[in-house]
Structures are given as C-alpha cells and as structure tokens.
C-alpha cells in the first residue's frame, strides 16, 4: 500500500462495518429528522462507538503515515455515500492512535469548506470540534474564532462554551 495514498482497505472495513450494521427503518428516520440529502445507514451512536474503535487499532489496518491518515480521511468524508461515513471520517480524526497528526491545518480546511451550510447540525458540529481541541490548545481556537467572524454564532458559542467567554 502506498504510504502518502489513502488507506483502502480501512475504508473497505468502515463502510462493510457500516453496511453490517444497518437498519434500514432507523435510517429513514435519521434522514427524515437530520432533513439530509446524503441517506443514513441507520447506526445509533453506541453502535459507532462500538464498531469503529476496533477497526482503527487493528494492526493489519494500521495507518502508516500522517498523509495516509488525512488521505483516508479525506476518502471517508469526500466519497462518503451515507452520514455514518462522514462520522467515521471524524472518528479517525479523533482517534487517540493519531493525537500527534492532528492537523489543524485539515481542521482549519474543514470548517472554512462548510462555514456557509446553513445545516444546523453541521454548524453545531463544528463548534464541538472546536471545542474539543480547546481542551489542549485554548489559545489556538480563542485565534482561530476571532480570525473567522464568518463562523455562525452557534459554532462560535460551541467552540468558546467551556473557556469563560463566547466572543
């Protein structure tokens, strides 16, 4: 496999794990409630957490490189043919294996593609991602929410919610 390309047989194993793991009348319903275009598999957020970890620690699906892993997270989020592919692809991120590859070039990237959804979730989305990071490195999200007066005022109270002010 190559090193710098996306991991494919990782994302082979998410979207099989996904696919096992659907329910068809639970993804209509997801759909219908998120008001999304891109159809659910129909996962409940337990059943990702149990599902994903497993496959992110195996060792024969191991992430090589820190390009491998924004390659296979890019494939995840960008070829993504339902929601959970999109979560997976965020799991990855997160994923404890790769906290020194956080990016947050990839994040900076993310957010300014999507400042402009007017999707609530995904606004809401961004503010936790934000957020998240402020746990390790308040002073760079208090940056990057003053140099982006384009994020939504929900995504700015998201990020800043736990640091003592909500910009």
């Not at 759909?31 to 409940?44: A, N």
């Not at 590859?101 to 999707?119: K, N």
């Not at 998201?158 to 003592?164: Q, S």
Request: aromatic share 8%.
């Amino acid at each position: 496999m190559a090193e710098t390309g996306a991991h494919r047989d990782l994302v082979a194993a998410v979207r099989l794990a996904l696919e096992r793991g659907a329910d068809p009348v639970r993804a209509a319903g997801q759909q219908r409630y998120m008001k999304s275009v891109l159809p659910y598999r129909g996962l409940t957020s337990p059943q990702l957490a149990a599902c994903l970890p497993p496959l992110f620690r195996d060792p024969g699906l191991a992430v090589e490189s820190k390009e491998q892993w924004q390659a296979t997270i890019s494939v995840l989020w960008d070829e993504a043919s339902h929601r959970e592919e999109w979560y997976s692809a965020l799991a990855l991120a997160k994923h404890p294996l790769y906290r020194d590859w956080v990016d947050r070039d990839l994040l900076t990237d993310v957010i300014e593609a999507t400042t402009e959804d007017p999707d609530f979730f995904s606004r809401k989305a961004i503010g936790w991602a934000l957020r998240d990071l402020a746990r390790s490195d308040p002073d760079w999200v208090r940056a990057f929410v003053e140099h982006h007066p384009t994020l939504s005022g929900l995504s700015r109270r998201e990020a800043l919610k736990n640091m003592g002010s909500a910009g």
